[in-house]
């Protein structure tokens, strides 16, 4: 992973690179501190289906670590280009169609994200203003997916040799430097000339919503599983065969962004029944089956927001994808031999509403 991280960005300018695993409460699926990344313990499966979250931290070691954001408002900067670099390391260690499906799941929340701030639109922008703003209230899935989708359309646009190029060039020009949008589109455009006649750069980074020349991904797997999903509405178990191969991010693609919306719980259970989804030894497997359960059979869970500075005082019914933080976070914690009640965002780790998965930072 590091060699191919030096490939792509030049050498990893750190020294050292160590892992520590954290105990099992520890609310987030990395955290990218130079020399020495926090992991999950749930990221260890046995095998290396969750090597995607260290390919994410490790990428931070250049774009994060090494070039930094100016402030929150720019934060696309860090997780968009390392959302783009995690997916080009997995595509070369676990190969190109494991990387379009973390792809798929990515476009998947991103849109699930549009739907969330669809009353709070400055929050679907790259580029977005935050003054007086909670970065936790805010803090989505739009920094990493719309990022990396406007990363991936200038690799699209100049094509992969021009761009890494072009990723080397920037990464030597701007290390142990903090910068904003405008000094990367001033760099973009002084590097590839003309570009801003090919690609709105101001579309992509200062306005509301998916651009519409954005990229949904196509795989074989994301393309089966997204089917499969359509067929178990209609009420059809997939096959012992199709699911033969499956690990935690096929499972949760197919639970997490398809069947909720629309099963009955009787539905679900049966599939339980049938894969023993619940009692998986992958973590990834039980929390995504675990949400979504809940999630059908819970249609309000007992939630004061005292801590949400927008409804300080206030009970509130959550929103689904706060609602499936809260329970990914308790069935976490349930895990850790915690106990407690979810009352509040303060139960819930900071960064989580943004989707169920296990994410990096
Ligand atoms: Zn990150």
Request: hydrophobic share 35%; glycine share 6%; with cysteine.
């Amino acid at each position: 992973m590091i060699r191919q991280g030096e490939k792509l960005f030049g050498e990893y300018d750190w020294e050292r690179f160590d892992l520590l695993v954290l105990p099992p409460s520890f609310p987030y699926g990395g955290m990218e501190n130079p020399r020495m990344v926090f992991l999950t313990p749930s990221v260890i499966k046995g095998d290396a289906s969750g090597g995607q979250v260290v390919a994410h931290e490790l990428a931070h070691s250049w774009t994060g670590n090494l070039i930094t954001n100016i402030n929150n408002e720019h934060f696309w900067l860090n997780e968009g280009f390392t959302t783009y670099a995690e997916r080009r390391i997995v595509e070369v260690v676990q190969g190109a169609d494991i990387a379009t499906l973390n792809m798929g799941i990515g476009w998947r929340g991103l849109k699930d994200e549009m739907e969330r701030f669809k009353d709070n639109l400055e929050c679907t922008k790259l580029k977005n203003n935050q003054q007086g703003v909670d970065p936790d209230d805010v803090y989505s899935q739009v920094p990493y997916e719309k990022g990396f989708q406007f990363v991936l359309r200038i690799e699209r646009q100049v094509g992969r040799t021009a761009f890494d190029e072009f990723l080397k060039k920037y990464i030597a020009t701007f290390k142990f430097k903090s910068i904003d949008t405008d000094t990367f589109l001033d760099f973009l455009k002084a590097n590839i000339p003309g570009i801003e006649k090919e690609i709105n750069l101001e579309l992509w980074t200062e306005s509301v919503g998916i651009p519409e020349d954005a990229y949904e991904p196509v795989s074989t797997i994301y393309t089966k599983i997204i089917s499969l999903a359509e067929e178990f509405k209609q009420g059809k178990m997939p096959s012992e065969d199709e699911v033969a191969e499956w690990k935690g991010q096929e499972w949760e693609l197919y639970l997490l962004e398809n069947l909720p919306k629309s099963c009955e719980p009787s539905q679900v259970m049966a599939l339980d029944k049938r894969y023993r989804l619940a009692e998986s030894k992958d973590y990834e497997v039980k929390v995504s089956f675990s949400a979504t359960r809940n999630l059908i059979q819970v249609q309000r869970v007992p939630w004061r927001s005292g801590e949400n500075s927008k409804n300080r005082g206030k009970d509130e019914v959550p929103s689904s994808t706060l609602q499936r933080s809260c329970t990914i976070w308790w069935n976490r914690r349930e895990a850790a031999g915690e106990t407690g009640v979810c009352r509040s965002t303060r139960d819930l780790p900071p960064h989580s509403s943004g989707s169920s998965r296990v994410y990096p930072l």
